[in-house]
């Protein structure tokens, strides 16, 4: 999925608390994202000059794209953001979301406390001076809203409010909606406006949806869609012959979204999973329904597998109906096969429904039963969506798009994420995606870490390497950041870091995939298992399969306020002072794990388990960083 470059709708404040050290809350934090204004997030659709005059009728779903809303349709636009993936439960898949900043992520008014003009959507020109006078009590503009959605519910005193240009130009508020609990609901709610005072009736009429709400950030979360506007209506009338996706597929692969060729191969019968996806039938009457679901190589089309073919909806799905259809399991044995001596393939998984939708009917006539339709609306294109399956040198239970940022705001506090190899492999370095997020922790120091253990107790630590905070200007892009020794790896360990500033430093976090339970956190008083946080981290294991890098960087001289004796050793090597972490490894560069004894003095390392030989070690003492050789003789 694509987004427009814009700060991310909503700031949630999700808190899982324990006792800190000095009797403070520790906190896992969701906040609001910034993105760069690209034009390439730009919708797609035909392009129209601002000053075009379009004819009755109106209609968008935003179902068949993401980030502004199309030109076809909008003449200023760019404030709001088109999303699939804020809505809760919404007709279509795809809504219009306005918040508190503009398309640059900029706040409306930074200096402003009061409640003031935020987002607005803004019609093109529609000519209505062609509608029969006869006709006009028939004029309806019909849409679905909804506040907070996955967002942040608007205070009593904001709102939504929809306005009707006259003749003389003057914008004239024909509804409004107040935000606060009374008007909070889990779905969406249609509403009909008419238009009726013969001001509005000229060949530039215009109609905008204006939130009022906070202007200094990203608050306040108003979702439009299914936006209709036509004559020959009226309330009682508010369906449609419309069977539309309204959530995306999730990944068949027991959740995973990307995993290297080589795991995969070892672990492929662990993997075959279902999928599911949600629809929702806007027809009054029950309508058969059925969907096809395959396995495509994405850059070619090359089948792969048919998950589902041709597949009946069973019972038929009823009037008004939402329903979650589950898929049958993914043919893992397939992709196995197609895999083979492949080093990085992108899969899709296609989704269709077949429902008999067809065009907008304009005209059925009544002696011939011959129907013309509005070919310019297509009910038909929210009967497709994808989602992509990588299979490179990484894993991710992420789907590669961020709705918020998750962390902590805790000198030297540690966020983990839970992650598996599905086979023995080599960790060689973690991908993380930090979204722009104010105040910008740019160049911010992290220990990037990976972890066997969470014990509170002594920790047992894979690998650890001094990185800084990086952006990248790019949409939903990540940093690589490499171990200087590879480590080996099977099974469950853990990756993140450990910050030193007070200021919160976020990673991306998908809403849509709920790994929650796979994030920890530990602010001073232990770690912390997550509870109340839904979504995935944006962190991601990358592995080799060649042989483990040499080391490289060796210092002949440790940290002079550090001794470490003796060298050789017969497998027991000791600190004068206790290192933040230590790493080894061989000649080869294969890493071991290793643990520092705790509340010893002097602390020590047991290598009697290793053979003898010649060995690196590495460690981390006051910030600092030193590697030197080390003799084994046991």
Known sequence: MTKKGRWLQGILFLAAFVAGSHGAIAQLIQKPIAFPTNSKYAASGRTLDAN????????????????????????????VWVNATLGLHPPTLGVATFDGLNSNGIPHNPTSNVVGPADSLTSKAIDLSVIPANLRSTVYLSFFWQIKGLGEIPNTEDSLRLQFLSRDSVWVTKWVLKGGEENLKDDFTQQFVPILQPEFYHEGFRFRFQSFNKQTGPFDHWHLDYIYLNQNRSPSNNTYFDRALSAAPLSPLKGIYALPPSQFQSAADMLSGTSSFEFFNL?????????????????????????????????????LERRTITSSP???????????????????????????????????????????????????????????????????????????????????????????ALSQDTLTAIDIHFPRIAPFADGQPLDIIA????????????????????????????????????????DTFYIGYRQYTDNFVGIGLDKNNNTGDRIYFNVGNGWVQNERTDGSLMIRPVFENVPFRSVTGLDENPIEELTIYPNPSEGIVYFSEKPEAVFIADVSGKAFPVQLTENQRPWSIDLTHLPKGLYFVQYIFQNRKSTFKLILTN
């Open 52 to 79: 075009d005059t379009i004819q009755l009728p109106f209609w968008d779903d935003f179902s068949s794209y993401t980030g502004q809303p199309s030109s076809e349709w909008w003449a200023s636009s760019n404030d």
């Open 283 to 319: 027809d009054a009457l029950l309508q058969p329904v059925e969907y096809n679901i395959q396995i495509v190589e994405a850059s070619t089309g090359q089948l792969i597998s048919s998950v589902d073919k041709n597949q009946v909806v069973d019972p038929i799905p009823q009037g």
């Open 330 to 420: 993914v043919d893992t044995e397939a992709i196995k096969a197609f895999l083979q001596d492949k080093d990085s393939v992108v899969l899709n998984m296609d989704l269709f429904l077949k429902t008999g939708d067809k065009y907008l009917i304009s005209r059925v006539d009544p002696l011939t039963a011959d129907t013309t339709y509005f070919e310019n609306i297509n009910y038909r294109n929210n009967d497709t969506t994808s989602i992509s399956l990588s299979f490179s040198d990484y894993t991710a239970w992420d789907d590669g798009t961020a709705e918020y940022a998750a962390g902590i705001n805790q000198s030297r506090g540690q966020l983990a994420y839970k992650v598996a």
């Open 451 to 490: 972890w066997k253990t969470l014990t509170n107790i002594n920790p047992t630590l894979l690998a650890l390497q001094r990185v800084s905070v990086e952006f990248r200007e790019e949409l939903d892009q990540f940093v690589r950041y490499k171990f200087e020794i590879p480590v080996a790896v099977s």
